[in-house]
């Protein structure tokens, strides 16, 4: 009997492996199938240019993905370093400056506000951000870059504040005995020998955080505006997830612009995979 | 004195931007529940939505059912096959080549967006299986998306308290699945719990893979896994984004919040209890 039991479990163990690579592959492959049409189609040249629009249902429709791909790294890179700035201080203000029992109440809080769902983000956006930017900074709508990459950059707070806690703490069980020792200042420790010896990870820590930044949908499409033009920081813009999750429910199956979606996708993909390595290959090396 | 100076300088600055950050994160819950809460009442929690624009009247419960049940269906389905996945790579696998390679695959899937998720379950579910808006249909579509999500947990889970009672058992003849069975899952029990609900918290926030492939504006509560249904995320953007009715945003924003921030809850009760701390150890 509990050999019978041990095979059932041991079955099902491999049987659950089986199904995720399966689901995995399906995923990779399926991607790659349905962006070749539009490929041939269009041809990358079609796809990614300097002249066209994005206009997927004219007479001659056009599908010029750059504007998107350019909205989506502008944004995500503006969040990341709102997210740096104001997360980097935060960690080190929780851990230097707050007393122990009150920071780790904010580290509850922190933790908390990462399972926060992204359209709740994108709801606080929209009702108190949006009507701030139209009304301070003279624009005919407060949907823009700006907005995106601030509602953006709160989201990502709490990884990145989880990410440099996570060093400092480190640095901290190994240096500051001696530092304190040395007669050195809060400060100076800071400054000269935490940023030093965590530059590395967090570097890390900031190419992951891009890496969640850019495949965000709902939270960024609210309150982007979503137009397909050139991003500029305070006119609307457009992201890949944005466009997609927009467009795809009203395509039939077999059309070009469900194939241009699909190629949208997997250039969202590659830029995600060089992101992975990139901060693979500076985890590997770091030296705390 | 220069020395001085200067630290004082670095110290306000970094202060000053760490409140920011800090007020920012707090100010979307205060947002959230303080102006919410006048919304908030029995006939709002229990009643139908109903109104012209939809939604500005009544109630949201089939919303909050819908989004329980979709929770609770993604919870099963992903979470079993993300414990079991965290079963092979911690105490299968550890240390060979076919390990790592799928420790990186589950990482990259892991930070794969939520949104090629519901393009391919969209097309491929719907159009190719066809398979009709449905909540199974939504359910696979967000387990896929927590599967990984789960698995990195169950496996640091493992790793971390179950592979001593294994190098022990193991070395007194115990077969590996009896050990799993009997000691591992039983001492794990209550973080494999906290982790799948984390999952499942994830996945039942999350609207870009339910989009097209099974969340409806209106739809009585499910009564099989093949019929639409309502969620309050899908419900919370459609209010929102339409501009209809700011006071039901809130309102449906206050209910997702408080049921995210009682699972939570209900998740560290149910590990402190089990590991026998009581009360204490909830708010750390």
């Not at chain 1, 949907?143 to 989201?155: F, K, N, P, Y």
């Not at chain 1, 806690?165 to 200042?185: F, P, Q, W």
């Not at chain 1, 241009?260 to 250039?267: E, G, K, P, R, T």
């Amino acid at each position: 009997m509990i050999k019978v039991k041990d095979r059932v479990l041991k079955g099902m163990v491999y049987i659950s492996l089986g199904v995720t690579i399966f689901l995995f592959a399906l995923i990779f492959i399926y991607l790659i199938i349905k962006s070749i049409p539009a490929i041939n189609n269009i041809g990358l040249g079609g796809l990614i240019n300097l002249k066209e629009k994005w206009y997927p249902i004219g007479a001659t429709p056009t599908f010029n993905l750059l504007p998107a791909i350019c909205g989506t790294l502008y944004t995500s890179f503006l969040a990341t370093i709102f997210a740096f700035i104001f997360g980097l201080s935060a960690a080190l203000m929780l851990n230097f400056y707050l007393p122990e029992k009150f920071a780790n109440i904010i580290f509850s809080f922190l933790d908390m506000l990462a399972g926060v769902p992204s359209v709740v983000f994108g709801f606080i956006g929209l009702s108190t951000l949006v009507p701030f930017l139209l009304k301070h900074f003279n624009l005919s709508t407060g949907q823009c870059i700006l907005a995106a990459s601030i509602v953006l950059g709160v989201m990502l707070l709490p990884f990145i504040i989880s990410t440099c806690s996570e060093s400092i703490k480190l640095v901290r069980d190994r240096y500051e005995g001696m530092s304190k020792n040395a007669g050195i200042s809060k400060e100076y420790f800071i400054i000269h020998i935490v940023f030093t010896s965590i530059k590395r990870s967090i570097l890390a820590g900031l190419v992951m955080a891009l890496g969640r930044a850019i495949g965000e949908t709902m939270a960024v499409m609210m309150v982007i505006g979503n137009s397909a033009i050139f991003p500029k920081l305070l006119g609307r813009g457009q992201t890949i997830p944005g466009i997609t999750a927009l467009e795809m429910g009203s395509i039939g199956i077999n059309e070009i612009h469900l194939s241009a979606l699909y190629v949208a996708n997997l250039i969202l993909l590659i830029i995600l995979l060089i992101l992975i390595l990139v901060s693979q290959l500076l985890k590997g090396n770091d030296r705390i | 004195m220069k020395r001085k100076v200067l630290d004082n300088l670095i110290k306000s600055i970094l202060i000053f931007l760490g409140l920011i950050a800090v007020g920012l994160t707090l100010f979307v819950f205060i947002y959230v529940l303080y102006r919410g809460r006048r919304v908030i009442s029995i006939r709002f929690l229990l009643d139908n939505p109903s109104g012209i624009p939809f939604g500005t009247a009544g109630g949201v419960f089939p919303a909050i059912i819908g989004t329980l049940m979709l929770g609770g269906l993604s919870a099963l389905i992903g979470g079993l096959l993300g414990i079991l996945n965290g079963l092979y790579l911690s105490l299968y696998s550890k240390g060979t080549k076919s390990g790592r390679i799928l420790l990186h695959l589950i990482t990259i899937l892991s930070g794969l967006p939520s949104i090629i998720f519901g393009l391919i379950a969209y097309t491929l579910l719907i159009y190719k299986l066809g398979m009709g808006k449905s909540l199974l249909c939504s359910a696979i579509t967000i387990s896929a998306m927590i599967l990984p999500f789960i698995t990195i947990r169950a496996k640091k889970i493992f790793d971390e308290k179950g592979y001593t009672f294994f190098i022990e058992s193991e070395s007194l003849g115990l077969s590996k699945p009896y050990i799993i069975r009997k000691l591992i899952i039983p001492n794990c029990l209550g973080e494999l719990v906290g982790a799948v609900s984390l999952g499942m918290l994830y996945g039942m926030g999350a609207v870009a893979p339910i989009l097209y492939t099974g969340v409806v504006m209106n739809a009585p509560i499910p009564t099989s896994v093949n019929s639409p249904f309502m969620s309050l995320p899908y419900h919370l953007y459609m209010l929102a984004n339409s501009g209809y009715s700011d006071e039901y945003a809130l309102g449906t924003a206050f209910v997702l919040l408080a049921m995210l921030i009682i699972i939570e809850i209900l998740c560290h009760l149910f590990a402190s209890f089990r590991e026998g701390v009581g009360f204490k150890r909830i708010f750390r």
